[in-house]
């Protein structure tokens, strides 16, 4: 875990209110592991205080990182707003990543709206040709697949107002095979909205397969130190919360509680 | 030659005034792949009690103006785990390690003094007294000048370490408990603790946090933080610790300037995981550039008295 400045290289548009970032941290590029996060510290006032957690998206062998993010709030919109050349300080790589699949072509991403960013990680470091589901509300928030290095991998995308691909959710993507994940999958990845995890959460649970999802939740600390980012754990767990930041971001979806977890972030 | 920052709080010898706030820096370890915890004048520890708590329902945290603030709900992993797992990496820093306790009776505070009586490495206990009292329907006991005091000998007669209480601000004259806390016996006082606030979805009509209410800190709680030390060191003989927003090596200089003997960095750690080491070497910078030996020199300076 590493805390330093680290230089924009890039800041691109990729799709409606999203940007592409990349920044030159080659200690913490070098550590990273897919499903591992960053913290980023928006800028040197006080004023907005808290750095913002981020999915590491990619890593560059120049030493690049990259970041996938949309604009939300005040924070994503002071990084909207950095040129190359300009710097934040970055925190990272933070907590767990994702377990890599054991057999090639038996992994499920599934990916609602920004959740892509942490699977494309996966995907481009698995190396295997892995299939994708990606869901966005409308067409212009799709992000072209190139950007994320994932030309080798199958993808699939649904959007809620049906303006591009099947109308509807990613989740309905499983449900032309019969509301289930099809047949030849072992393990499935997922990452988005709470919603859409509990949908997977629920399919993978009554089928028996492996699921490993990424979670968020507000932070402070990233560091495992404030237990600002408490999740339920599942009931009869040794623990009532895990913390996002130190037990997560990713977990295995039978180890927590989804008839408790928010589906709101503020 | 490099100034000399080194301070008596009370009994205690710190090595520099900077110390990190209770639930900011978890238990030391969290944050020391980061910077070194032993440059620190020492580390206060995330609250004890006697039996692990799991905390507040989610969401715990929420960004406010210049601050944030949190409901954590005193989540630790109460004193048996401390003792077992936590302790003995503290037990290897060469700095002051202070542990900050609280309780839920007047007894639960006296276990856990109790539990870490004889302990060498820990040089103090910090009284965190803005617990609820379950006694009194959860009203806490540090709005009540005399339950504080009681709080603050429950805890004294059970344990061999300097006693330092931490206020909270919630009250309407703090300086009513700081006097009935030093009449109690405490060696030291630290304030402020957290401000009591709330912030509201209006999407969904409801608090945002799970526990509806939270403690503001940051840099938006320091000007009140900051004018409640400068009240408190005049009226106790105790010495002071000031808390409160702190980032800056220039906010700890008010601190110190109002008469505080040493401060807390809470939420500063957050930001940025050396902010204590930049107030340190701010700190020094300050004196050199003054041509000031000794931070002694500066405390109390901004007090009319002085
Ligand atoms: C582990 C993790 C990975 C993430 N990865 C990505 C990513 O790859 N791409 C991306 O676009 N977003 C990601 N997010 C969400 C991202 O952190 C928020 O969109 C961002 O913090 C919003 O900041 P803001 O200042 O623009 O919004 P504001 O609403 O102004 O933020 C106010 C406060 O709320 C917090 N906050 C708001 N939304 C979220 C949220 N969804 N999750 C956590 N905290 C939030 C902010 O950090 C800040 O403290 C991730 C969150 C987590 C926890
Ligand atoms: C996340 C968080 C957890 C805290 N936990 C404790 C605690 O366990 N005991 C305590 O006495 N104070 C606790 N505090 C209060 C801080 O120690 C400090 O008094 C307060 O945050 C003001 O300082 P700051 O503005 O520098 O953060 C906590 C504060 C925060 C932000
Ligand atoms: S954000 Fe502080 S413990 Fe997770």
Redesign the interface.
Known sequence: MIEQHAEVTFNDRVAADTYLMGLKSPDIAARAHPGQFVMIRVGAQADPLLRRPFSICGVRKDGGLLILYRVVGRGTRIMAGAGPGTGFDVLGPLGNGFDFPAQPGESLLVAGGMGIAPLSFLAQRTGQEVQILTGYACADQQIPFECLGLSHCAVLVATEDGTIGHHGRVTDLLQESGNHIPHGYAQVYACGPIPMLMAVADLTLRQGIACQVSLESTMACGLGACQGCAVPAAPGSDRRYYHVCQDGPVFEVGTLDWEQLQPHVP | MSPDLHIQVGPLHLKNPVLTAS????YGR??A??MDPNRLGGVIV?GISLKPR??????????T????L?A?GL?NVGLDAFVSEKLPWLQTLHTAVIVNIYGHTLEEYAQVAAGLKGVQEIAALEINVSCPNVARGGMSFGTDPNLSARVTEAVLKQTDKPVIVKLSPNVTDIRVIAKAVEAAGAHALSLINTLTGM?I?IE?RRP?L?NETGGLS??AIRPVALYMVHQVVQSVRIPVIGVGGI?TPEDALQFLMAGARAVEVG?G??????TTLNIINGLTRFCRQKGIPTIREIIGTAQQNW
């Open positions: 639930g900011t820096f978890g969290e944050f792949q980061l995330k799991p905390g507040n329902p989610p969401p715990r945290i929420v960004e103006p210049c601050g944030m949190n954590i989540a912030v979805d969904t945002v799970g940051g840099p980032i939420t750690n957050f930001v940025d995981p050396r």
